[in-house]
T-cell receptor, first 114, second 114 residues
Framework: AQSVTQLGSHVSVSEGALVLLRCNYS??????LFWYVQYPNQGLQLLLK??????LVKGINGFEAEFKKSETSFHLTKPSAHMSDAAEYFC????????????FGSGTQLTVLP | DGGITQSPKYLFRKEGQNVTLSCEQN?????MYWYRQDPGQGLRLIYY???????QKGDIAEGYSVSREKKESFPLTVTSAQKNPTAFYLC?????????????FGDGTRLSIL
Protein backbone atom coordinates (compact mmCIF):
# COMPACT_ATOMS: atom_id res chain seq x y z
CA ALA A 1 0.00 0.00 0.00
CA GLN A 2 1.15 3.50 -0.75
CA SER A 3 2.07 5.37 2.43
CA VAL A 4 4.37 7.78 4.15
CA THR A 5 6.74 6.83 6.96
CA GLN A 6 8.37 9.10 9.50
CA LEU A 7 11.38 7.51 11.17
CA GLY A 8 11.59 8.38 14.84
CA SER A 9 8.51 9.35 16.81
CA HIS A 10 10.66 11.47 19.13
CA VAL A 11 13.79 13.46 18.28
CA SER A 12 15.83 15.55 20.73
CA VAL A 13 18.44 18.10 19.75
CA SER A 14 20.37 20.76 21.60
CA GLU A 15 19.66 24.39 20.92
CA GLY A 16 21.84 25.48 18.01
CA ALA A 17 22.30 21.95 16.67
CA LEU A 18 21.16 20.61 13.32
CA VAL A 19 17.58 19.41 13.07
CA LEU A 20 16.94 16.40 10.83
CA LEU A 21 13.48 14.84 10.64
CA ARG A 22 13.08 11.91 8.29
CA CYS A 23 10.25 11.15 5.88
CA ASN A 24 10.03 8.40 3.28
CA TYR A 25 7.18 7.72 0.92
CA SER A 26 6.25 4.67 -1.06
CA UNK A 27 5.04 5.46 -4.53
CA UNK A 28 6.12 4.57 -8.05
CA UNK A 29 5.17 8.06 -9.18
CA UNK A 30 6.63 11.11 -7.39
CA UNK A 31 3.86 12.51 -5.23
CA UNK A 32 3.22 15.98 -3.90
CA LEU A 33 4.91 16.26 -0.51
CA PHE A 34 4.34 18.54 2.46
CA TRP A 35 5.70 19.21 5.92
CA TYR A 36 3.42 20.60 8.61
CA VAL A 37 4.14 21.71 12.17
CA GLN A 38 1.73 21.47 15.09
CA TYR A 39 2.08 23.27 18.41
CA PRO A 40 0.16 21.95 21.44
CA ASN A 41 -3.62 22.21 21.16
CA GLN A 42 -3.42 23.93 17.81
CA GLY A 43 -4.05 23.03 14.19
CA LEU A 44 -1.38 22.22 11.62
CA GLN A 45 0.65 24.96 9.94
CA LEU A 46 2.21 24.42 6.53
CA LEU A 47 6.02 24.60 6.64
CA LEU A 48 6.77 23.82 3.01
CA LYS A 49 5.63 21.85 -0.01
CA UNK A 50 7.25 20.00 -2.91
CA UNK A 51 5.42 20.15 -6.21
CA UNK A 52 8.24 19.10 -8.63
CA UNK A 53 9.51 22.60 -9.43
CA UNK A 54 12.76 22.19 -7.46
CA UNK A 55 14.23 19.37 -5.40
CA LEU A 56 15.36 21.65 -2.57
CA VAL A 57 12.42 23.42 -1.03
CA LYS A 58 12.73 26.30 1.42
CA GLY A 59 9.99 26.88 3.94
CA ILE A 60 9.14 29.13 6.84
CA ASN A 61 11.11 29.49 10.08
CA GLY A 62 14.41 28.49 8.42
CA PHE A 63 13.34 24.95 7.53
CA GLU A 64 14.06 23.28 4.23
CA ALA A 65 13.55 19.85 2.70
CA GLU A 66 15.19 17.97 -0.14
CA PHE A 67 13.28 15.63 -2.43
CA LYS A 68 15.38 12.60 -3.38
CA LYS A 69 13.61 10.39 -5.87
CA SER A 70 16.25 7.64 -5.72
CA GLU A 71 15.76 7.34 -1.98
CA THR A 72 12.01 8.13 -2.00
CA SER A 73 12.74 10.60 0.78
CA PHE A 74 11.78 14.14 1.75
CA HIS A 75 13.70 14.84 4.94
CA LEU A 76 13.22 18.13 6.81
CA THR A 77 16.25 20.04 8.06
CA LYS A 78 17.16 23.24 9.89
CA PRO A 79 20.80 24.21 10.43
CA SER A 80 20.37 25.56 13.95
CA ALA A 81 17.56 24.58 16.31
CA HIS A 82 15.76 27.18 18.40
CA MET A 83 13.71 26.55 21.52
CA SER A 84 10.62 27.73 19.65
CA ASP A 85 11.03 24.84 17.16
CA ALA A 86 9.81 22.37 19.78
CA ALA A 87 6.61 20.95 18.32
CA GLU A 88 5.25 17.95 16.44
CA TYR A 89 6.09 17.68 12.77
CA PHE A 90 4.08 15.81 10.16
CA CYS A 91 5.09 14.71 6.70
CA UNK A 92 2.19 14.31 4.28
CA UNK A 93 1.71 13.27 0.67
CA UNK A 94 -0.90 13.56 -2.04
CA UNK A 95 -0.55 10.35 -3.99
CA UNK A 96 -1.56 9.75 -7.58
CA UNK A 97 -5.13 8.58 -7.85
CA UNK A 98 -5.92 9.78 -4.33
CA UNK A 99 -8.49 12.41 -5.30
CA UNK A 100 -6.32 15.11 -3.72
CA UNK A 101 -6.43 13.48 -0.29
CA UNK A 102 -3.54 14.03 2.09
CA UNK A 103 -2.00 10.96 3.70
CA PHE A 104 -0.11 11.80 6.89
CA GLY A 105 2.82 10.19 8.59
CA SER A 106 2.47 9.41 12.27
CA GLY A 107 4.43 12.48 13.30
CA THR A 108 7.75 13.29 15.00
CA GLN A 109 7.86 15.13 18.30
CA LEU A 110 10.86 17.47 18.35
CA THR A 111 12.34 18.44 21.70
CA VAL A 112 14.94 21.19 21.87
CA LEU A 113 17.26 21.03 24.87
CA PRO A 114 18.82 24.19 26.32
CA ASP B 1 -9.38 38.01 8.77
CA GLY B 2 -9.46 35.09 6.39
CA GLY B 3 -9.38 31.76 8.06
CA ILE B 4 -10.98 28.62 9.40
CA THR B 5 -12.97 28.75 12.62
CA GLN B 6 -13.68 25.62 14.60
CA SER B 7 -16.02 25.69 17.56
CA PRO B 8 -16.21 24.89 20.34
CA LYS B 9 -12.57 24.46 21.36
CA TYR B 10 -13.53 21.88 23.99
CA LEU B 11 -16.60 19.65 23.96
CA PHE B 12 -17.91 16.99 26.28
CA ARG B 13 -20.24 14.18 25.30
CA LYS B 14 -22.49 12.09 27.48
CA GLU B 15 -23.19 8.44 26.73
CA GLY B 16 -25.78 8.02 23.95
CA GLN B 17 -25.56 11.65 22.90
CA ASN B 18 -24.88 13.09 19.45
CA VAL B 19 -22.69 16.17 19.30
CA THR B 20 -21.92 18.51 16.41
CA LEU B 21 -18.61 20.20 15.75
CA SER B 22 -18.67 23.38 13.74
CA CYS B 23 -16.26 24.36 10.96
CA GLU B 24 -16.66 27.66 9.12
CA GLN B 25 -14.29 29.15 6.53
CA ASN B 26 -14.08 32.47 4.71
CA UNK B 27 -11.22 31.51 2.41
CA UNK B 28 -13.63 30.78 -0.47
CA UNK B 29 -12.16 27.29 -0.69
CA UNK B 30 -14.15 24.60 -2.47
CA UNK B 31 -12.85 21.56 -0.59
CA MET B 32 -13.26 20.86 3.11
CA TYR B 33 -12.05 17.95 5.25
CA TRP B 34 -12.47 16.47 8.71
CA TYR B 35 -9.64 14.62 10.45
CA ARG B 36 -9.37 12.81 13.71
CA GLN B 37 -6.08 12.95 15.62
CA ASP B 38 -5.10 10.43 18.28
CA PRO B 39 -1.71 10.39 20.03
CA GLY B 40 0.91 8.56 17.99
CA GLN B 41 -1.39 7.93 15.03
CA GLY B 42 -1.12 11.06 12.97
CA LEU B 43 -4.27 12.33 11.30
CA ARG B 44 -6.95 10.10 9.86
CA LEU B 45 -9.52 11.31 7.34
CA ILE B 46 -13.17 11.06 8.41
CA TYR B 47 -15.07 12.80 5.61
CA TYR B 48 -14.34 15.26 2.84
CA UNK B 49 -16.31 17.45 0.48
CA UNK B 50 -15.10 18.88 -2.78
CA UNK B 51 -18.25 20.82 -3.60
CA UNK B 52 -21.46 21.98 -1.97
CA UNK B 53 -24.10 19.26 -1.47
CA UNK B 54 -21.57 16.50 -2.04
CA UNK B 55 -19.27 14.63 0.33
CA GLN B 56 -17.39 11.33 0.53
CA LYS B 57 -16.36 8.98 3.30
CA GLY B 58 -12.77 8.90 4.36
CA ASP B 59 -10.90 6.10 6.10
CA ILE B 60 -12.81 6.16 9.39
CA ALA B 61 -16.33 7.44 8.63
CA GLU B 62 -18.24 4.96 10.80
CA GLY B 63 -20.08 6.71 13.63
CA TYR B 64 -19.79 10.14 12.02
CA SER B 65 -21.98 12.19 9.68
CA VAL B 66 -21.54 15.47 7.82
CA SER B 67 -23.45 17.95 5.66
CA ARG B 68 -22.32 20.56 3.16
CA GLU B 69 -25.26 22.86 2.54
CA LYS B 70 -23.14 25.99 2.19
CA LYS B 71 -19.66 26.52 0.78
CA GLU B 72 -18.54 28.13 4.03
CA SER B 73 -19.70 25.43 6.43
CA PHE B 74 -18.94 21.73 6.95
CA PRO B 75 -20.28 20.55 10.33
CA LEU B 76 -19.34 17.13 11.71
CA THR B 77 -21.73 15.15 13.91
CA VAL B 78 -20.28 12.53 16.20
CA THR B 79 -23.10 10.07 16.76
CA SER B 80 -23.71 7.69 19.63
CA ALA B 81 -22.58 4.90 17.30
CA GLN B 82 -19.01 6.17 17.62
CA LYS B 83 -17.90 4.23 20.67
CA ASN B 84 -14.53 5.87 21.15
CA PRO B 85 -15.03 9.52 20.26
CA THR B 86 -12.38 11.01 22.55
CA ALA B 87 -9.90 12.70 20.21
CA PHE B 88 -8.76 15.98 18.73
CA TYR B 89 -10.78 16.88 15.62
CA LEU B 90 -9.34 19.05 12.90
CA CYS B 91 -11.09 20.73 9.99
CA UNK B 92 -9.14 21.66 6.88
CA UNK B 93 -9.78 23.36 3.54
CA UNK B 94 -8.09 23.60 0.18
CA UNK B 95 -8.82 25.45 -3.02
CA UNK B 96 -9.77 22.23 -4.77
CA UNK B 97 -8.40 23.59 -8.02
CA UNK B 98 -5.50 21.78 -9.63
CA UNK B 99 -3.53 19.00 -8.07
CA UNK B 100 -1.10 19.26 -5.19
CA UNK B 101 -2.70 22.14 -3.36
CA UNK B 102 -1.94 22.22 0.37
CA UNK B 103 -4.60 22.04 3.03
CA UNK B 104 -5.12 24.74 5.63
CA PHE B 105 -6.20 23.82 9.12
CA GLY B 106 -8.37 25.21 11.86
CA ASP B 107 -7.31 25.15 15.51
CA GLY B 108 -9.28 22.03 16.34
CA THR B 109 -11.92 20.83 18.77
CA ARG B 110 -11.04 18.49 21.62
CA LEU B 111 -13.86 16.07 22.37
CA SER B 112 -14.03 14.12 25.60
CA ILE B 113 -16.46 11.66 27.15
CA LEU B 114 -18.15 12.57 30.45
Amino acid sequence: AQSVTQLGSHVSVSEGALVLLRCNYSSSVPPYLFWYVQYPNQGLQLLLKYTSAATLVKGINGFEAEFKKSETSFHLTKPSAHMSDAAEYFCAVILSGSARQLTFGSGTQLTVLP
Amino acid sequence: DGGITQSPKYLFRKEGQNVTLSCEQNLNHDAMYWYRQDPGQGLRLIYYSQIVNDFQKGDIAEGYSVSREKKESFPLTVTSAQKNPTAFYLCATSTGRGFGQPQHFGDGTRLSIL
